[in-house]
């Protein structure tokens, strides 16, 4: 079992930055995927990025690359983290962490079997 708290939401202007973090219980964070989702309001979860297991691999949505930066602390913190820059309107949304056994489709939010409870970021323009 793992649980899992966002943190670092809030309203920033477009063009502005916002570090969100993901803190897990448990002394198996090291083992999973760890992703990172959005569901603006009237849409559908959407996947933004994730890492693997030991944070070899990263991955992207189109919208999202070049601008956000995802990265975990297995050693001390057990915790994913998710630096976004660049910010504009379009990324306003719920945003979701979420972790996943070591061999998963990463892009997929049913692939994942833990989730947080969400923090919102707000991006006026």
């Known amino acids: 079992q793992v649980q899992l708290v966002e943190s670092g939401g809030g309203l920033v202007q477009a063009g502005g930055s916002l570090k969100l973090s993901c803190a897990a219980s448990g002394r198996t964070f090291s083992l999973y995927t760890m992703g990172w989702f959005r569901q603006a309001p009237g849409k559908e979860r959407e996947f933004v990025s994730a890492?693997?297991?030991?944070?070899?691999?990263?991955?992207y949505a189109d919208s999202v690359k070049g601008r956000f930066t995802i990265s975990r602390d297995n050693a001390e913190k057990n915790t994913a983290y998710l630096q976004m820059n660049s910010l504009k309107p379009e990324d306003t949304a719920d945003y979701y962490c979420?972790?996943?056994?070591?061999?998963?489709?990463?892009?997929?939010?049913?692939?994942?079997?833990?989730w947080g409870q969400g923090t919102q970021v707000t991006v006026s323009s």
């Open positions: 979420a972790a996943g056994g070591s061999n998963i489709a990463p892009k997929r939010p049913t692939e994942y079997a833990y």
């Open positions: 890492i693997a297991w030991n944070g070899g691999t990263t991955y």
